[in-house]
Every structure is written in structure tokens, then in C-alpha cells.
């Protein structure tokens, strides 16, 4: 009834994202799968998380799994994983990273990221993770090139996050695999675990629900695909690029004097000096400043018909991202 890699697996890629139903067994899977190919082969793991805080309970890493391993001593604590006192995982956050690129690591051939997605909250994406992940994996394997793997969890919050933007590739909502030459993602759906949490009573008091919908259904949480449309193919003006987050979006006045609105987009019209920004770290020699020029008035004009309900995107990538921004200003 829970969730098994192998067929995930058989893709034989670098970086496998597994989303799937909240509960349905994932990173169980993998703790177990980890510490069993390590009492076969000697091979490591490195468990990692994003923030250090997130680490606070790593001594009850083992509580789940631990009738899996009777008669072996098990150790978990911020810093390794142990069985039989000899280490089988590191451990370490995203976020200080430093220190385990300060050690080899000749044995590690997985890295699992667990909780890969941020849901609301207190937490945020670490600015640049992508690349800081990367620096990371590439002093983990350095040239190694054997089979190692790079293993992401979550459950299905939203695929809207930095790293599905940073390689372009989103999944299929409708297949469970979605590849290109070195990624695959798995979107995992248990039937017959959908089933079974659907006769509880806290099933059962969730379902038809937008939590149940997550909880059970496996499907995305924080995705609301409201205001998103395909662009329209005629009364298109150009109003001004916004640049946020290094991203650049079109904005794009639509429609007739009676019932006009905005299209955003990740078409842009290069020749367009009307470029602004809000974010100083996204300026350069062609950007404008929002808050020192004589733009504000495109975003006065971006902000009323936001506020109008009249503001239209192409993705929910540029929704999400045009939400964020318009909260700032």
C-alpha cells in the first residue's frame, strides 16, 4: 500500500523529485531503503534539510523504521546516522552546507532532501538554493559518475518552486513520470492507500475538502489555476517588462476600452525601455527603480487591476511570481 522507488528507479536519472500523498510513506521508504543498501553494499547517505532547526529531532530518526533493523544498534543525531556504531548517513541543512563540503565523502552515492517544498509558514526557500544545492551535490560525487542519485520528497504542496523554474521542467499532472535526460519527476498516487484513509473518520471529515484534496488525493495544495488562460491572440498592447527575482515578464493591455485588462507573460519586447523593478538586487544599467522614477504609473495601473480582479497570466508560475510581487509595492 506505501510508496516503492524501484520503478522510479529504472529511469536511472541524477535528480528524482517524488511527490506524493501526504502520509503515503515516502520518506520511510527511503530511510529504510538508505540504511539497507548500506548493510549490503557499505554505501553512505547524506540525509539532508534545509534549515538547521529542521534537524531539532533527528535523535527519533529511527523511531518509524526501527522493527526493520532488530538486533542492530541504532543512533541518529544532528550530524550522522549510525548502526552497529559505524555511520551509515550524514546529516546536515542546505543552509550551512559549508560544513559538509568540508569533508570527503567516497562512499555517499545518495543525497535525499526531504521536505523539499515549502509550504506556508515561517520558512522560506533559501536565496539561490538551486545553485547552492548544486555546489553541494558536485563536492558530495565530485567525479564520480556511478550511479549516484539525488533523491527530493515532498508532498504535493504546489509545482511551482525554484527548482522546477531553474530547469525549465514541470510535471504532467496526468502521468505519473515526467523525465528529460536527467531528471525525472514522479507524481505518486496510492490507490488503494486512497482508499484506506478515506474510510477513517478523519477521512472522511476531509474529503471534498481542498485539504482532502492534498491529504488524500494527492493533489497540489497552494495551486489555484484562477486568472490563468492562454494568451490572447488579438487587441494586445505592450504596457512595460517587470523584472523580479532575475525574471523578466511582459505586461500586456488587453481588450477594448470597455472591458479591458492585463496579460502577463514571459513574452518580452526587448525594445521596450520601460523596464522597472522594486528590488534593487534585480537592477542594472537598463532597469528603472519603481520607487525613484516616473514608471509608477504602470505600477498604479498594474495594482488597479490587480485590485479589479482583471489581471490574466500564462502560467501559474507567472501568477505565482506576479502575487509575490505585487505584494511588495
Request: with cysteine.
Amino acid at each position: 500500500m506505501y510508496y516503492n522507488a524501484n520503478e522510479l528507479l529504472t529511469k536511472n536519472r541524477l535528480m528524482n523529485f517524488i511527490i506524493g500523498n501526504r502520509g503515503g510513506g515516502k520518506s520511510y521508504h527511503w530511510k529504510v531503503r538508505c540504511v539497507k543498501e548500506y548493510l549490503k553494499s557499505g554505501k553512505e547517505f547524506i540525509w539532508l534539510r534545509r534549515y538547521n532547526t529542521e534537524l531539532e529531532n533527528m535523535s527519533k530518526w529511527f523511531q518509524d523504521i526501527a522493527h526493520e533493523f532488530e538486533g542492530h544498534k541504532l543512533e541518529a543525531s544532528k550530524k550522522y546516522i549510525k548502526i552497529d556504531g559505524k555511520i551509515c548517513g550524514y546529516v546536515g541543512a542546505l543552509s550551512t552546507s559549508q560544513r559538509l563540503k568540508s569533508n570527503p565523502y567516497p562512499n555517499v552515492d545518495k543525497i535525499v532532501f526531504d521536505e523539499f517544498l515549502i509550504d506556508k509558514g515561517s520558512l522560506r526557500y533559501i536565496k539561490g538554493e538551486v545553485e547552492l544545492m548544486l555546489e553541494l551535490i558536485e563536492t558530495i560525487f565530485r567525479m564520480r559518475d556511478n550511479n549516484n542519485k539525488v533523491i527530493f520528497i515532498a508532498n504535493a504542496i504546489s509545482i511551482v518552486n525554484p527548482y522546477f523554474t531553474y530547469f525549465n521542467i514541470k510535471p504532467k499532472l496526468d502521468q505519473r513520470f515526467t523525465m528529460n535526460k536527467h531528471i525525472c519527476i514522479e507524481l505518486y498516487t496510492n490507490e488503494e492507500y486512497i482508499k484506506n484513509k478515506k474510510a477513517t473518520r478523519f477521512g472522511d471529515l476531509i474529503s471534498n475538502t481542498n485539504y482532502g484534496d492534498y491529504a488524500i488525493e494527492n493533489k497540489f495544495l497552494r495551486d489555484n489555476y484562477s486568472f490563468v488562460m492562454d494568451r490572447p491572440k488579438s487587441n494586445l498592447s505592450y504596457a512595460n517588462t517587470v523584472v523580479y527575482e532575475g525574471r523578466k515578464y511582459g505586461v500586456w493591455l488587453c481588450g477594448d476600452l470597455k472591458d479591458d485588462y492585463l496579460y502577463i507573460d514571459d513574452i518580452v519586447e526587448e525594445k521596450c525601455d520601460r523596464i522597472v523593478s522594486i528590488n534593487m538586487e534585480d537592477l542594472n544599467e537598463n532597469y528603472k527603480y519603481i520607487k525613484n522614477t516616473n514608471l509608477k504609473g504602470h505600477l498604479e495601473q498594474m495594482k488597479y487591476f490587480f485590485n479589479e480582479g482583471r489581471v490574466f497570466f500564462n502560467n501559474i508560475d507567472t501568477k505565482k511570481y506576479f502575487y509575490e510581487y505585487i505584494k511588495l509595492v
